[in-house]
């Protein structure tokens, strides 16, 4: 088993905290010796008090506890206190106790907004709405003791100088989904209050086989580089962070070893976007082409330097739309493969249809010899090394969701196997499958894993979950899929563009200050500012209703049928207007602009 990684100064894991009038104050009650922490609301300012001031009859401050202090966000004219209300312990990593973000409060400290000008208040009050989407942010998970950004063998690596520094100071910035927010507790030598907090998924399971307990966890770190919705973020950026990339760790212990493995998701990494536009699948538009080549390297550059060799799985169809993107991503990768780097293309809708999902054995043959030399980690009842994994695979289908969170699940059944196999609780034939309730409990924990990675990015429990969660597919299952595809389209083109705003203001990829140029959408002008779906809907169907009536009328007087054809017209002018500016009509974020 590993070393407890025992940090420099533990932190705070219990809080009261105090609303005055003038200021927040949070209290250590964990029984703790340590001071609290005075923030003032006027500025947002810090500091550290011996005593939480007395309280009078006209100075009477409401009370909450606490559970942890996620970080300060500065807007325009104040700062917002960002702190855990409510936590849930979803199990344990390492020996150590994992929580859940159940829910998170977001405190103004802007008392400063009084002497702001009536533009300042009105900006702010646009940022303040989206903070309020914030504090719905799912899939939050935080520990005390333990480093959760860091796999298994990367913490197995720290050395002991670094073991002892801090909980974030050992952190890995790219999965630190507070990374921004606590820049002012850091400045302020804060560290019992400097909680690091990751987005992605956590869920385990036990099991027995004989006399062997098994406990499995699957772990995934959202990386914050290029984090967004779905639809408004695609793609690579110019530096070769790509949208929804997600480091999948699953991690096995029993009988005192431990054995780890790590896959990647990541979207297509160069330069292309799908700008929604009211039409169920908008068109893919591939931006400054020539770049791809130099963006695929970097990106892939930086996966060698990461996790050693990468065996690139790209997903995607070869024909009709998707097929330009597979293309260009075959051709650039030509520039980069090596004995290091390769690049595997399998048609997943070809070979596997909508049912059988089955024949993604037919890629594990492709891919098999990979995953045997690069191999996984694995640790001995003393702790130490017996191998590690020394590549990874990279998956990647147009979302990195549906397609991708069946075939990670399929590698990591099949790499399970290799490790029981390796410590001697399998036989040389033996496979989950010959374990009912262990098959059962495999299924479901890739299949909430899938569920929570998606619904981070899209807004809805992945597709194709069914096949994950019970071995095939199902007549509810595609039913659910058709529902869940419904509600993507209706949360890209109508609220995605607002979700994406606050993410962005949160991770820090836009910065508030008083001489930038900020558009919130009540600033909006021309057609964009008057541009409103839900009251061009309403005046189509209006438009329908009268031209029916005035048909229903034509057999008592013939001029009904001339106004049963100009409110027809009308209509039809008016949804021909909708579609064709379609862009328009929908949510669109505000603060980030899409690249070119």
Not at 509 to 518: A, G, K, L, N, Q
Request: hydrophobic share 40%; proline share 3%; net charge neutral.
């Amino acid at each position: 088993m590993m070393e407890r990684a025992e940090s420099g100064q533990k932190l705070y894991t219990r809080m009261r905290l105090w609303e005055f009038p003038d200021q927040f104050v949070v209290e250590p009650t964990d029984g703790s010796s340590g001071s609290a922490l005075a923030i003032s609301r006027a500025d947002g300012s810090m500091n550290l008090i011996h005593e939480v001031p007395e309280c009078s009859i006209l100075r009477v401050p409401k009370i909450r506890t606490i559970f942890g202090v996620v970080g300060v966000l500065k807007l325009l004219a104040g700062s917002y206190l960002i702190v855990i209300t409510e936590r849930e312990c979803v199990g344990s990593y390492l020996g150590h106790p994992i929580y859940k973000v159940a829910s998170l409060k977001i405190l103004p400290c802007d008392h400063s907004l009084n002497n702001s000008s009536a533009e300042q208040k009105k900006v702010e009050a646009e940022f303040s709405r989206l903070l309020k989407l914030a504090e719905r942010t799912p899939g939050l998970y935080f520990s005390y003791d333990t480093n959760l950004t860091l796999s298994v063998q990367r913490l197995n690596t720290l050395g002991d100088e670094s073991k002892l520094l801090p909980l974030w100071r050992q952190a890995e910035p790219r999965f630190l989904w507070n990374n921004y927010l606590m820049e002012a507790l850091i400045d302020n030598k804060l560290d019992p209050f400097l909680l690091p907090v990751i987005q992605g998924s956590f869920h385990h399971f036990q099991t027995a086989i004989g006399r062997d307990i098994i406990d499995v966890t699957l772990i995934a770190r959202r990386c914050t580089r290029r984090n967004g919705t779905r639809m408004w973020r695609r793609g690579a950026d110019s530096d070769g962070y790509v949208a929804n990339f997600v480091e999948t760790e699953q991690v096995v212990q029993m009988n005192g070893f431990m054995a780890s493995f790590v896959q990647v998701r990541g979207s297509i990494p160069f330069l292309w976007e799908q700008t929604v536009d009211l039409t169920y699948k908008p068109k893919f538009e591939i931006l400054r082409a020539e770049e791809a080549p130099r963006v695929v390297e970097r990106h892939f550059l930086d996966l060698r330097k990461k996790y050693g060799n990468v065996l690139a799985v790209d997903l995607v169809n070869k024909h009709g739309g998707e097929g330009r993107l597979c293309e260009n991503f075959g051709n650039a990768m030509q520039n980069v493969a090596s004995d290091d780097i390769r690049y595997l293309h399998f048609d997943f809708h070809r070979i596997c249809g909508h049912v059988h999902f089955e024949r993604l054995s037919i890629l594990f043959e492709q891919i098999e010899d990979f995953l045997e030399k690069n191999g996984y980690l694995l640790l001995n009842e003393k702790g130490e090394k017996m191998k590690e994994q020394r590549g990874v695979v990279r998956t990647n289908c147009i979302d990195c969701l549906d397609r991708t969170n069946v075939t990670q699940s399929m590698i990591g059944r099949n790499m399970l196997e290799v490790q029981l196999r390796r410590i001697g609780i399998f036989g040389a034939e033996e496979t989950i499958n010959s374990h009912p309730n262990f098959d059962e409990n495999f299924k479901i924990l890739w299949a909430n894993h899938g569920d929570d990675i998606s619904l981070q990015y899209s807004g809805t429990p992945a597709l194709k979950g069914d096949f994950v969660r019970c071995g095939q597919r199902t007549m509810q299952g595609i039913l659910n899929d058709g529902w869940n595809a419904l509600a993507r389209y209706y949360l890209n083109n109508f609220c995605d563009g607002t979700k994406q705003d606050a993410i962005d203001l949160l991770q820090g990829h836009y910065i508030v200050s008083v001489s930038r140029d900020i558009a919130p959408r009540s600033q909006s002008a021309g057609l964009e500012a008057m541009a409103s779906f839900p009251l061009a809907l309403s005046l189509v169907l209006t438009g329908l209703f009268f031209a029916t009536l005035s048909l229903r009328q034509v057999r008592y007087d013939l001029k009904h049928l001339l106004f049963s054809v100009i409110w027809a017209s009308l209509s039809v002018a008016l949804a021909a207007f909708v579609r064709a500016n379609g862009r328009l009509f929908c949510n669109r974020p505000c603060l980030h602009k899409p690249q070119r």
